[in-house]
């Protein structure tokens, strides 16, 4: 049954009424648990608001970062420390092989995005390196959680008719979801000089046809995050790093 063109209005006009009165913390992540990845550290306060923890060395805290760099290296994206996560281990053997493909994938897009949000950021003078070396920042990043979009979940109300403004929000049940640690180290001295962590869900949309594939939701994360760390390299210490909403306009 095709449902008429006002219901569909009068639906994503609700939704995002809907939106708009609700903080949009509503629908961030709860922090990952720490993976050991990094050494327990206390969070700092820092100019990244766009992550759940942060910690920074004294003397490179409030230091503009092309003062002490020239460079950046985004060394290959660990993925080790995910297949230790509880969602993981109860998969099945050959389900597990299929993800770990997966998951190698997706690490390689994020190392690639990373490096080309970067070196592409306007006004930006920090370059991509080859490897670790004296002027060089080393950013080391671990994939410690992979969820996949419930797709099963999300075609079946697609399935019972329920494709309408707002099942963004009702498909919400079937939510992926993706985490992060990295640190960064003097490429001269391999002394650790930051750590952070942070996790994310698939953006909430009013009505998200990206829900219907495994990893779309992961993926737009990455490309926030990729642009978020460009922004953050590359600006002046008195500049905040915001964290994109969670909740996005986009149907896909």
């Given at each position: 049954?095709r449902l008429p063109l006002h219901l569909?209005?009068?639906?994503?006009?609700?939704?995002?009424?809907?939106?708009?009165?609700?903080?949009?913390?509503?629908?961030?992540?709860?922090?990952?648990?720490?993976?050991?990845?990094?050494?327990?550290t206390d969070p700092v306060h820092t100019?990244?608001?766009?992550?759940?923890?942060?910690?920074?060395?004294?003397?490179?805290?409030?230091?503009?970062?092309?003062?002490?760099?020239?460079?950046?290296?985004?060394?290959?994206?660990?993925?080790?420390?995910?297949?230790?996560?509880?969602?993981?281990?109860?998969?099945?053997?050959?389900?597990?092989?299929?993800?770990?493909?997966?998951?190698?994938?997706?690490?390689?897009?994020?190392?690639?995005?990373?490096?080309?949000?970067?070196?592409?950021?306007?006004?930006?003078?920090?370059?991509?390196?080859?490897?670790?070396?004296?002027?060089?920042?080393?950013?080391?990043?671990?994939?410690?959680?992979?969820?996949?979009?419930?797709?099963?979940?999300?075609?079946?109300?697609?399935?019972?008719?329920?494709?309408?403004?707002?099942?963004?929000?009702?498909?919400?049940?079937?939510?992926?979801?993706?985490?992060?640690?990295?640190?960064?180290?003097?490429?001269?001295?391999?002394?650790?000089?930051?750590?952070?962590?942070?996790?994310?869900?698939?953006?909430?949309?009013?009505?998200?046809?990206?829900?219907?594939?495994?990893?779309?939701?992961?993926?737009?994360?990455?490309?926030?995050?990729?642009?978020?760390?460009?922004?953050?390299?590359?600006?002046?210490?008195?500049?905040?790093?915001?964290?994109?909403?969670?909740?996005?306009?986009?149907?896909?």
């Amino acid at each position: 049954m095709r449902l008429p063109l006002h219901l569909f209005a009068s639906s994503g006009i609700a939704v995002l009424t809907l939106v708009g009165l609700t903080s949009c913390q509503m629908f961030d992540a709860k922090p990952a648990a720490d993976s050991g990845f990094n050494r327990p550290t206390d969070p700092v306060h820092t100019r990244a608001h766009f992550l759940q923890h942060a910690w920074v060395a004294k003397i490179y805290l409030n230091k503009p970062v092309q003062d002490c760099f020239s460079a950046v290296y985004i060394a290959p994206v660990s993925t080790s420390y995910l297949f230790e996560q509880s969602w993981w281990q109860q998969r099945t053997n050959a389900r597990q092989a299929e993800l770990a493909k997966d998951t190698e994938q997706i690490a390689q897009r994020m190392r690639e995005r990373f490096q080309q949000d970067i070196a592409n950021f306007p006004g930006g003078h920090l370059h991509i390196a080859s490897g670790p070396a004296p002027g060089v920042l080393v950013l080391e990043l671990a994939l410690v959680e992979l969820v996949p979009s419930n797709a099963y979940w999300n075609a079946a109300t697609t399935a019972a008719g329920l494709v309408v403004p707002g099942i963004g929000l009702l498909s919400a049940a079937g939510v992926g979801s993706i985490a992060i640690e990295g640190r960064a180290r003097d490429g001269a001295t391999h002394q650790i000089i930051a750590t952070f962590r942070d996790r994310r869900a698939d953006k909430i949309a009013p009505v998200n046809f990206g829900s219907y594939s495994w990893y779309h939701g992961a993926e737009g994360n990455i490309v926030d995050w990729a642009e978020e760390f460009a922004e953050l390299l590359n600006t002046p210490p008195s500049h905040i790093v915001k964290r994109h909403s969670p909740v996005t306009l986009k149907p896909w």
